[in-house]
């Protein structure tokens, strides 16, 4: 999972053809580490997205702009436009991120 770290680098990634799935998430956050303990299966089987990883705190007002209240929440933007927000009170589990992932890929 690559990271983003700038607006200008948000904003090159989310206009792109290809659906692109960002981890919205920081270092202090208990369930963003119990998520990066599965996480990994999870991006190698769904790889028709290409994921990348925000840390909330870098990029707050990218944050507030998508309505990130939570985290970790999983946004997937195509063509500039969010096309789908997994908030965080429902990314606990894996299942519940397949499920997301099911519908929106």
């Given at each position: 999972?690559?990271?983003?770290?700038?607006?200008?680098?948000?904003?090159?990634?989310?206009?792109?053809?290809?659906?692109?799935?960002?981890k919205?998430q920081?270092?202090?956050?208990?369930?963003?580490?119990?998520m990066?303990?599965?996480?990994?299966?999870?991006?190698?089987?769904?790889?028709?997205?290409?994921?990348?990883?925000?840390?909330?705190?870098?990029?707050?007002?990218?944050a507030?702009?998508?309505?990130?209240?939570?985290?970790?929440?999983?946004?997937?933007?195509?063509?500039?436009?969010?096309?789908?927000?997994?908030?965080?009170?429902?990314?606990?589990?894996p299942d519940?991120?397949e499920?997301?992932l099911?519908?929106?890929k």
């Amino acid at each position: 999972m690559k990271s983003i770290t700038t607006a200008e680098q948000f904003n090159e990634i989310i206009n792109k053809d290809d659906k692109a799935l960002i981890k919205f998430q920081a270092g202090w956050c208990p369930d963003c580490k119990r998520m990066d303990m599965f996480i990994d299966p999870i991006v190698e089987k769904y790889n028709t997205f290409t994921w990348y990883d925000v840390d909330r705190d870098v990029l707050p007002e990218i944050a507030e702009k998508y309505e990130v209240m939570g985290i970790p929440s999983l946004l997937v933007f195509q063509n500039g436009e969010k096309k789908a927000h997994l908030h965080s009170a429902n990314a606990k589990t894996p299942d519940q991120v397949e499920d997301f992932l099911e519908e929106v890929k």
